[in-house]
């Protein structure tokens, strides 16, 4: 039973709920950003381009067509994804900055230690040890 306590206050410390609160709704915000630059930020640079940016790509080799009339054996490499990813990766890192940035504003400054008193200097010391000798 020590085992399963130890487990459960763990598990129960604030920071480690915080990560997994903040991991969910991070993931929820990706799917968010996903759709926004899917559908909306990807369209709009498609038109600069006349074609869907998502599709964009460079062909490497040629493939060929088969009984079915899809194409089969293209290698290319699909550029357009990879910018539609580093887009969003760009959007939910700025967003999560400015989270960051709020919630370390939001804190309370950290007052300054109070100074330990301060006793007697090194000098006070030796002359009441050679008052003590005198007597």
């Known amino acids: 039973m020590g085992f399963l306590k130890e487990f459960k206050d763990f598990a129960m410390k604030g920071n480690l709920v915080d990560i997994a609160v903040g991991f969910v709704m991070g993931a929820a915000f990706k799917e968010v950003v996903s759709s926004f630059t899917g559908g909306i930020v990807s369209p709009l640079i498609g038109l600069l381009f006349n074609s869907d940016f998502n599709d964009l790509k460079y062909v490497i ?26 887009i969003d990766f760009i959007i939910v890192a700025f967003v999560m900055f400015l989270i960051v940035k709020g919630v370390n504003k939001m804190k309370k400054k950290e007052e300054p230690a109070p100074e330990a008193p301060k006793g007697p200097s090194q000098e006070e010391l030796l002359a009441e040890i050679r008052d003590l000798l005198k007597k």
């Open 61 to 86: 080799t040629e493939g060929t067509p088969n009984d079915a009339g899809e194409i089969v054996g293209e290698i290319a490499v699909l550029y357009g994804s990879f910018l539609t990813n580093v």
